[in-house]
């Protein structure tokens, strides 16, 4: 990082726990071991200096944050990453609500969610998909379901911006009842698409889904939830990411998923909807590429 982006991010993370101990700057200047004269100065940003190594120590220590969170490293105050296991998003009792991804979904209000989902996104599918795909996977339908209804909640408030990439062969196979939706009634199919149709409308502009070309990029799934964490789906686990380079990094894979992008979020109610009424033939004119 370059060293006056340092600098900046220092001591914006300085202000807010200055704010945040509701002291006046002598006694917050007096509790990391510093003059009052050196704490202005290095919130004045007159310098790119940073603080003596002792004194970075002190304040972090003092105010209980890491070091990486206070040069602005990481969004994490505490560790720069972990693994969970889904059980323990899947098993925190109470509903979705209760669950970590929920907590992540509220951290981020006001901010900009970006998702690759693993299928077909939560929010848009139909209860008769969910049960489909309960019984070929090991997740319950009960939690499922609170999933799906807290996303579409959430999705709703007047806050909310969440950008969706999928690759738009995946929406295809869908329609065409291959992979592993080849049991999945041609009925249920067109319902989906559908349902989906009408939600992608209604929820249009605070949630956008982007088709992009899958042989032109390709993505694991995840969810960037704004600046503070990023987590990649990784089959029962979710890798946590909180390191600020690495959720850029991932900003940037988005962004390119988005240059992909051969259907926009303008034309992709129109796209489902067109899918629903060929999704009876089982062909979709774009599935010969993948063959």
Known sequence: MDKRDL???????LKALLQRSGANQSAFASSVGI???????????????????????????????????????????????????????EESGGGFDRTLLA??????????????PAGLPDLLRTDALIEYEANITSRSRES???????????????ETDME??????????????MGV???????????QLEHMARLLDELYPAFRLFLYDGLARYSIPY????????????????LVLNATSAIQTLTRHFDNLIRAAVINPHESAAYAAELAKRSSSGFSPHLDRLT
């Not at 499922?144 to 007047?158: A, K, N, S």
Request: glycine share 6%; aromatic share 12%; with cysteine.
């Open 7 to 13: 600098s900046g991010q220092f001591r914006e993370r």
């Open 35 to 89: 003059d009052r004269s050196a704490l202005s100065q290095l919130l004045s940003g007159a310098t790119t200096r940073l603080p003596r190594a002792e004194t970075l120590m002190n304040i972090a220590e003092r105010y209980r944050v890491s070091l990486d969170w206070l040069l602005g490293l990481s969004q994490d105050e505490g560790l720069t990453g972990e693994i969970r296991e889904t059980f323990e998003i």
């Open 103 to 116: 907590k992540w979904h509220a951290e981020a209000a006001g901010t900009k969610i970006r998702y690759v």
């Open 144 to 158: 499922q379901y609170d999933e799906t209804q807290y996303r579409i909640d959430y999705t709703r408030r007047p």
């Open 164 to 177: 969706v990439c999928m690759p738009r062969h995946m929406l295809d196979i869908f329609a065409a009842g």
């Open 181 to 191: 939706w080849r049991e999945f009634p041609e009925r249920s199919r067109r319902a």
């Open 223 to 238: 969810t960037i939830f704004g600046p503070y964490r990023a987590a990649i789906f990784a089959g029962d686990m979710y």
